[in-house]
């Protein structure tokens, strides 16, 4: 007779079955999860790369949220949102000295473009792309600037230079550029001090130039203000003839005349004529 199995070890040998399927399940879950059901995260946009239907889908744009991928392909995000960069750097002016110029800006992939951006560059295009243009965009604009334009005046106008020549040639390989700020820049210590010297006698110079113009305004008014006078006075003079001081001081005394104060009006004489005076009491 065939012998029997015992009850206890079936048990344990469907446990452990059970065990194995479990462990198969929750594997096969776990890889599921991490390559098949991928969340897009805020800020960010997915591209697919598809290992048997034509790699990186260019034109193809995941947003962010939910996705659901076959587990033979993969999903590169990429994060969208602006990010910082600096650079330092030495770089030669226009007359040969060597300048330090420390810049910070501000880029990100354009969100339409990240199936191009990653079949042409890849996730590293920060350091492949932003960063050498950056720098060969600055050599070339300071180079055409002198020690003291960069160290005062310029400085604004070498910031849109380096962003306009940087922004161009970016873009075609679909990064936006936001901005280039020039944080920075140091000369030589000597020629520092020179520079600083010289916009010092220069601010000096235009005070002084205004003080200059002020005054010499200030004389200018003076004397068309006499100049004024003197007309006032001449027209005046040529105006007041005897005949017309004599009616004026006729009117003068009949005025006072009917004044109700007693009063001792006496009539002057002459050849030309006196005027009345008045003597009065209150």
Known sequence: MPQRKNPFDLKQANFMKYIILAFVVFLIFTLLTSTTFITVPAGSKGVQFKRFAGGVQKDKVYDQGFHVVMPWNDMIIYDVRFQEGEESMDVLSKNGLSIQVDLAYRFSPIPSRIGHL??????????????????????????????????????????????????????????????????????????????????????????????????????ERKIIEAQAKADANRILNASLTSNILKDKGIEATLELAQSPNSKVVIVGGGEGGGLPLILGNN
């Open 118 to 219: 990653h079949d042409e560059v890849g996730t590293d295009y920060a350091r492949r792309i932003i960063q050498p243009e950056i720098r060969s965009a600055t050599r070339e604009v300071i180079g055409k600037y002198l020690p003291e334009e960069l160290y005062s005046t310029k400085r604004e106008a070498i910031q849109t230079e380096i962003y306009e020549q940087t922004r161009k040639s970016i873009e075609e390989k679909n990064i936006a550029l936001d901005a280039v700020l020039v944080k920075s820049v140091q000369l030589p210590e000597t020629l520092r001090d020179a520079i600083e010297q010289k916009l010092e006698e220069e601010q000096l110079s235009f005070q002084f130039d205004f003080k200059l113009d002020r005054e010499r305004k200030e004389a």
